[in-house]
């Protein structure tokens, strides 16, 4: 299992959301080059970067944050938010991201999914935000008529990485992992699923870690480790154990 920790960008600065709400949206850092170096030193493996501007643009806006974040640390990072055609995916890749994440474009435009997936295999990730078990679209504003399930299914065989699976409702509130509605996505699909949304102490990683979410890639984790309520020394022991 790998645990992410999660940076979201607005306005180059690195914040935490409440339920995908712009207007409740917390500073955590002013540097997010700096809190990227230490996740790093904490011992994370992977980063999880999303710029939440460029979600609701449809096109990168925190361009210059994310690449002072490449530049300061040697961990891969998976980008979000924005990811709305080739070009986009290409010059990401071509800067240094491990892997682009997809997410309004897999509902209104899934033939660019498979091709950046055919292109760049085991590159390209696909976001699924859900809200009353809706896919939620353009930085969460709109919510579609489709669940996760229905849109992970289109890209079954595609070369896909993994689907990052968020619950909106319990983004940045603390109120722990769906876990359910994740595991059930896992196990209906083939593709590697990533837990978002909710994380708020060990008792999740715990949880991720039981045999029924053996089939789950990772969690990602934000406000949680920002406030303090997830010690993140703690996290990566229980996980380096797990793994033998």
Do not use: C
Request: glycine letters at 10%; proline letters at 3%.
């Amino acid at each position: 299992m790998i645990l992410f920790p999660a940076i979201d960008l607005k306005e180059g600065l690195a914040v935490r959301l409440q339920q995908g709400d712009m207007a409740r949206a917390t500073i955590f850092h002013r540097d997010p080059a700096a809190q990227a170096q230490a996740f790093a030193q904490q011992g994370f493996e992977y980063l999880h970067v999303v710029d939440l501007d460029g979600a609701f643009a449809g096109k990168p806006v925190n361009a210059a944050a994310v690449e002072r974040i490449l530049e300061t640390i040697g961990i891969p990072v998976q980008l979000g938010g924005g990811v709305r055609d080739m070009k986009t995916v290409e010059g990401w890749l071509a800067k240094g991201i491990d892997r682009v994440i997809i997410g309004t474009a897999a509902v209104r435009n899934p033939e660019l999914v498979k091709e950046a997936a055919k292109a760049f295999p085991r590159r390209v990730a696909v976001g699924l935000d859900a809200r009353s078990g809706k896919v939620a679209v353009e930085g969460w504003a709109e919510t579609s008529e489709l669940t996760a399930l229905e849109i992970a299914r289109r890209f079954e065989d595609a070369g896909v990485a993994a689907i990052v699976y968020t619950d909106v409702s319990r983004d940045g509130m603390l109120q722990g992992l769906n876990l359910d509605a994740t595991v059930a996505l896992a196990n209906a699909i083939s593709i590697p699923v990533i837990a978002s949304g909710g994380l708020a102490s060990i008792g999740d990683i715990r949880a991720m870690l039981e045999p029924r979410a053996r089939k789950l890639e990772g969690a990602i984790a934000g406000r949680a480790l920002y406030d303090g309520r997830l010690d993140a020394a703690a996290a990566l022991r229980l996980i380096r154990e797990a793994r033998g």
